[in-house]
């Protein structure tokens, strides 16, 4: 079994997470704001789940596992939103949704 240093899974889950960091803020599509996420959730399971391995705990595993039921959830109220916006406005575009006031 190879052993991958834990310097570089942190490292590529940094990396992940600047990645989706930089698609929430550079993105105006919902739906790639809601993928830009998920790759920052995902990036920080994976920093979790290198750290349980790190100290051979499975603490970072069950973290993981609550990422991945939040972003469940994330995914189906977000993918709500969109399908309610797309049918009411026409288009995804995250600045129409400041006029959604009352």
Same mark, same amino acid.
């Given at each position: ?20 960091? +930089?698609?929430? *803020? @550079? ?6 704001? /809601?993928?830009? $996420?998920?790759? %920052? ?25 609550? +990422?991945?039921? *939040? @972003? ?6 977000? /993918?709500?939103? $969109?399908?309610? %916006? ?17």
């Amino acid at each position: 079994m190879i052993d991958i240093p834990i310097t570089h899974v942190f490292l590529i889950s940094a990396l992940l997470f600047c990645v989706g960091f +930089i698609g929430v *803020l @550079a993105r105006r599509n919902t739906l790639f704001m /809601l993928m830009s $996420l998920e790759v %920052m959730l995902n990036a920080v399971g994976l920093a979790f789940v290198g750290a349980g391995s790190l100290w051979q705990q499975a603490d970072g595993q069950i973290m993981f596992i609550l +990422i991945l039921t *939040l @972003a469940a959830a994330e995914v189906a109220i977000g /993918l709500a939103l $969109l399908i309610r %916006m797309q049918h009411q406005r026409q288009n995804v575009d995250v600045d129409g949704l400041s006029q959604l006031r009352g």
